[in-house]
């Protein structure tokens, strides 16, 4: 009375199910997409952004610039100091166009006026687009 499709009770079953598999794919391939952007978001420094409401931005194409209380800086996956911040944000800015986005990256710890110090040099290079990231609010 099972639903076998004619085969007796004594048949080895040699069929594989295949609805398991699938199942377990399909979970490996949501872990990694969530977890790879986490992966690619490096930066030399430590960073602890403020909470927002935000967007994720490809930063593969994007220039990021990070900053951290200690005045430690970094332009995409370059360290840097203070003092040679806006020579590095001049090379990423050419070799990527001004016409991306420029993610600053700051400490929640950072003071103000270090911002805009970013945001002016920013101007300066001819950037159109800028944007100060955040984590998400939960």
Known sequence: ???????GAEDPITEINVTPLVDICLVLVI????TVPIMMTSSPIE???PRANTMEAREDVNVTVAINPTDSAAVDTRACTLMELPQFMKEAVEAKGTDKMLI???DKEVNHDRVLLIMDIAKKLGCSRISV???QQK
């Open 104 to 106: 600053i990256r700051a």
């Open 1 to 7: 009375m099972g639903m076998g499709g004619g085969h």
């Open 133 to 135: 990231a955040t984590t």
């Open 31 to 34: 872990i990694f997409m969530v």
């Open 47 to 49: 960073v602890k952004l």
